[in-house]
């Protein structure tokens, strides 16, 4: 899963080229996390990103669009889902197939999956620019969270192509990164690399560590 933040390729318009690049090279999630704008421009930029991944799209022609922390928003552009803050009330807009959260403890993902959550993205795992002064849980948040939730667990916090194969190993079931792909110089071969490190960890490799 791509994160969005446009501050990081120039605007608006470098951030839909470089989530189309990095859709072709092989991310299929992509959240807009914008909180900065207003849901006018937040729906008008959400727009332009569904447009781009239909046509850009590997997964069954596109990737998913997922919007952060607005449901009004997610409904009115027809988004594949909705992605809550930690700390923000449980929303399930019509027509909106898919609802997650951000967790930060084992209670928290819990209270996500008894709520209705389809997945959780835990973290942060390593430290990251994008939250500055919380602390890296490392990937012992990943193995607990695992082994207390039934929905998959995607691992974010400084994750790197590098780091792949011990998040996967904790039991984590996909990434979700930022600058790992829109901090690139080249944002599609970014993508490549850490689909690339994703597919080497075989599924039965995964299965092993969620059931240790």
């Given amino acids: 899963m791509l994160v969005t933040d446009r501050t990081l390729v120039g ?14 090279g ?40 997922i919007v952060n922390g607005n449901a009004d928003v997610a409904r009115e552009v027809a ?5 809550l803050p930690a700390d923000a009330p449980f929303a399930r807009p019509a027509g909106v197939a898919l609802v997650g959260r951000s967790v930060h403890s084992v209670e928290a993902a819990v209270k996500a999956e008894r709520e209705g959550a389809a997945y959780v993205i ?4 390593y430290e990251t620019r994008s939250h500055r002064g919380a602390a890296a849980e490392g990937v012992r948040l990943i193995s607990a969270v695992v082994g207390a939730v039934s929905v998959p667990v995607v691992a974010i916090g400084g994750i790197t192509a590098a780091r792949v194969p011990d998040v996967l190993s904790a039991g984590a079931g996909g990434v979700a990164v930022i600058s790992a792909v829109l901090g690139a110089k080249s944002p599609i071969a970014a993508a490549c690399a850490l689909r690339e490190a994703l597919d080497a960890v075989p599924l039965r490799a995964r299965r092993a560590a969620v059931e240790r």
């Fill in 11 to 24: 605007g608006g318009d470098g951030l839909v080229e470089a989530v189309a690049a990095a859709v072709e």
């Fill in 26 to 65: 092989g991310v299929n999630a992509v959240q807009l996390r914008e909180k900065d704008l207003a849901p006018t421009d937040l729906a008008r930029l959400a727009v332009r990103l569904h447009k781009a991944l239909r046509v850009r799209g590997t997964i069954g022609g596109r990737a998913l669009l």
């Fill in 79 to 83: 988004a594949d889902g909705l992605h």
């Fill in 122 to 125: 835990a973290g942060p795992i």
